[in-house]
């Protein structure tokens, strides 16, 4: 499936508490990090990335059922380079008390990058997925985010 993103700070996903909740299989077009703030910085804990990013971030929650994986791309526009970082709460404001599943800062700028994981428990685990950047952030720099469940989870595909 399919929709359109867009939004802006006062909308979903300027922080864990107004995180967009992702549902289904879905891609977001037209996202933003434009006129997002610096709530998570992930230089310190939990260390998501190798590097950290100072910069907007946005966040979405996913409920990712036992035994599913999760992939996760975000596709930037204008040549910046988003990261992405999965955690699990308490996902208050700034890094304590988060604990860092998956990170991936590896695509250079204008790349897709690209984030799996797999939930290997009997439960449902609640993620929160981080999109944040050290790069200037325009207006035009808009970004598409896709989020694909996978089921049953692949054999060796859990972190």
């Known amino acids: 499936g399919g929709s359109t993103g867009g939004g802006t700070p006062s909308g979903n996903g300027e922080n864990c508490p107004t995180a967009t909740v992702i549902a289904t299989s879905t891609t977001l077009s037209g996202e933003t990090l434009f006129g997002f703030t610096d709530e998570y910085q992930w230089s310190g804990l939990p260390n ?13 929650v996913v409920s990712i059922p036992p035994g599913t994986g999760l992939r996760v791309s975000v596709t930037p526009t204008a040549g910046w380079d988003p990261s ?3 955690t699990e709460g308490p996902c208050s404001l700034g890094s304590s008390g988060q604990t860092c599943l998956a990170g991936s800062n590896s695509a250079g700028a204008g790349q897709t ?5 797999g939930n290997s ?28 469940f996978v089921s049953p989870l692949p054999a060796g595909d859990s972190c």
């Open 113 to 117: 990058e690209n984030l799996d994981y």
């Open 121 to 148: 428990t009997t439960a449902t685990q609640q993620v929160f997925v981080l999109v944040d950047t050290a790069s200037t952030i325009t207006a035009a720099n808009l970004y598409n985010i896709s989020f694909q």
């Open 84 to 86: 992405i970082q999965f």
């Open 48 to 60: 998501c990335t190798p590097f950290g990013s100072f910069g907007p971030d946005r966040v979405y």
